[in-house]
Every structure is written in C-alpha cells, then in structure tokens.
C-alpha cells in the first residue's frame, strides 16, 4: 500500500504541477477555435507544397487535440479535399505544436525542451513530406482516399465532425467579445478537456508507477548513459517504440518523457518518445480502419523514421549549441502540494475554467458531451451548436 500511495502521490504532485498550463494552453486554442471555421481549414490544405505545409502544422497548432480527435480531423479533412500530406502536417501540429504541451515540458522539464519540440516539430515534418514524396505513390493515396470516404468510425468522431466555431462578419475580436463567441470558447474548452482528459490521467498514473517503482539503475543501463555516444545513437531509436508500446499519447505522454530523461535517455530520445503519440496501437489500429492495412504501414515507417531523423538532428543542433541541460531533474519526484506561484495560478485559472464550465452546461453544452464519439459523418456541427448559443 506505501508503494500505491508514493506513486499516486508522484502522480498528484505533476497534477497539480501542470493545471494551470492546461487550463491555459486549451484556453487559447478554444479561442482561435471559435472564430476559424473547418471549411477556411480545408480551402487553405490543397496541396503539398512547402508553404501549404507550413500553414498546415500553424492551423493544427491552434487546433489542438487529444492524439484520436487530431487523427479523426485530419481523415475528416482529407474526405473534404484537402491535400494527404498537409492532412498528416495538421494532425503533427495539432498534437505536438501546441500551447499547452510546450508550457508544460517547460514547467516539468526545462525550456531546452519546450525549445526542442518547437524546433523538432517542424523539422520532423519536412522529413516526412520527403519521405512521403519518395514512397507514397498517388496510386496509395487513391486507394487511402476511397477508403477513407467509407467513413469508417475510429475514436472521438464526433468531436472531430464538430465545427463550434461563430460565423457572421466582424473582426476576430467583435466576434470573440459576442455572447455566441463566449457560448463557443466555453464549448471547445470543454471538450476539448473530455477529450484529452482519459489520456492525460493514463500518463500521470503510469509516470507516478514508473517515477516510484523502477530503478534508476534500470533506466541507465537500458538507455547506455554511461556511454554518451551509444545513447544518443539509441535514445531516438527506442523513444518512440516505447512510447508506441506505453498507450499513452497527447499530452498525457509529457510525464512519462520527464520520467524517462530522469532515467538517462537522450535529449533526443525525449523529442522522438513525444512525436510518437501519433503511433501508439490503439491509433495505429484507427489508421487501418480509415487509410487501410498498406497505408497503416506506410504511415508507420514513414513517421517512425521522420521521428528518429527528427531526434538526431535536435541532438545535433542542440549539442553543438550547448543547449542540452547537464542535469537531469525532471519535476516527477517531488511529492506534495506547497503554497508557491503555482498555487496561485492554478487558483486562477480553476475559476476561469469554472466560468467556462458553467457557460458549457448553461448552453446545452452537455447533450453535446454524448455526441464526442458518434459517426464522422453525423451532422452535429455548427447548426446544432448554433441552437444553444443564446
């Protein structure tokens, strides 16, 4: 029983630890949210040129999702028009750019690594367009397409088919300040945080397990830290199969890299384990059901070996540029609550996420919540959440 209650006491200690960021981070991507419609998304994502791209993994970034809703939106995307390439760009984004994920790296981890995943996102990106352009044939795509348009369900449909954003005219401000821009904040605020919500308690669990019950000497034997060159060339190698193997994705992950960098894997190794919350089992199965069993193995070789060559070169740059942190002491063990900083802020924004909550249910926000996982092709978009708006 001491050994439960140490890990769950790790475990709450990160909790409260990164609440404010997450009430923060899903904060600012409800508000861009609110005013950019899925259908801007799609006319802006026709091809796969450098420039598309790049708007692509921008929009996917203020579109931040849990790992299955990001997946679901970027097939959702696709079936609409919008080019394969930049579809998988926007799923990236949306779940490795975000706001939210970069405070909490910061909080739980360093800015070195915030840092890292802001430079190794895009870089992974550009590696997976190249390998997309030398293995994906358009045959393939073809046949992902007409697979995809059978629309069958993978997780978190429902959400993923759901545009709550405010129409009309007016600037990005008037239309936030409206009563219809409160109502829809309060609504992608919400669900955005069922969404991620079962992941996130996952990966604080299985952080708070790990940080508590296996050995240091464990971690630095199975990651070589004693040999700085043979861990670097193995961190990005086997980050990403052990996250792929943890079940655990999205920001959920964040804990579980801070117990791992703890444990001696290589800076590197930590930027590839968090990109690879897009190849999980559980999302890897979606894949098969949305592009079928040929591209499900493309997209898994193609996005592990973007991964890897991602890990290498942020180890690169940020090893030659001295940016590496020498210590290795990750915010996982230390157990309790103390009255600090966070404090306060978790305080505040408790109450900002408890205005919105309360705006959430006021609004029929609720019947809502019962739609997250229904069919992708259900129209419960912006004519149902434009009943509840006043």
């Avoid at 966070?342 to 924004?349: G, K, P, Y």
């Amino acid at each position: 029983m001491d050994a439960i209650g140490h890990a769950l006491a790790l475990a709450g200690s990160m909790t409260w630890e990164i609440l404010w960021a997450l009430i923060l981070g899903f904060a600012l991507s409800a508000v861009v949210q609110a005013v950019v419609r899925k259908s801007t998304i799609v006319r802006l994502m026709g091809d796969d040129r450098p420039k598309t791209l790049a708007v692509a993994s921008v929009l996917g970034a203020a579109s931040s999702s849990c790992s299955y809703a990001a997946v679901a939106l970027a097939r959702s995307l696709f079936r609409k028009g919008a080019d394969f390439t930049a579809a998988m760009a926007f799923e990236i984004g949306s779940t490795n750019l975000v706001v939210e994920l970069g405070i909490i790296m910061a909080l739980l981890m360093g800015w070195q690594f915030t840092a890292a995943e802001f430079v190794g996102g895009p870089i992974m990106i550009v590696l997976l367009a190249v390998l997309f352009r030398l293995f994906v044939r358009k045959r393939l795509i073809a046949k992902a397409r007409e697979q995809a348009e059978k629309g069958v369900a993978g997780s978190m449909e429902g959400h993923a088919a759901m545009d709550m954003s405010v129409g009309g005219e007016g600037s990005f401000w008037r239309r936030l300040a409206s009563r219809d821009g409160f109502t829809s904040v309060s609504h992608v605020f919400v669900m955005e945080w069922a969404a991620i919500l079962r992941d996130l308690v996952i990966g604080l669990l299985i952080a708070g397990a790990i940080g508590a019950w296996v050995p240091e000497s464990f971690w630095r034997a199975f990651f070589f830290t004693d040999h700085p060159i043979v861990s670097a060339l193995w961190g990005p190698i086997v980050g990403p199969i052990v996250a792929i193997l943890s079940f655990v994705c999205s920001i959920g992950n964040v804990p579980l890299a801070a117990v791992l960098w703890n444990g001696g894997i290589s800076f590197g190794g930590v930027v590839a384990f968090i990109f690879a919350d897009l190849l999980i089992l559980p999302i890897l199965n979606i894949y098969r059901k949305y592009y079928g069993a040929k591209m499900t193995l493309v997209l898994l070789g193609t996005f592990y070996a973007a991964m890897v060559g991602a890990g290498y070169l942020v180890e690169l740059l940020f090893g030659v540029t001295g940016l590496i942190p020498k210590e290795r002491s990750a915010t996982v063990m230390e157990e309790g609550i103390s009255w600090n900083y966070t404090t306060w802020l978790n305080i505040a924004f408790l109450i900002l996420a408890a205005v919105l909550i309360v705006r959430f249910v006021r609004t029929g926000g609720l019947g809502m919540l019962r739609m997250m996982g229904g069919s992708p092709d259900t129209p419960h978009g912006h004519d149902h959440h434009d009943e509840h708006h006043r």
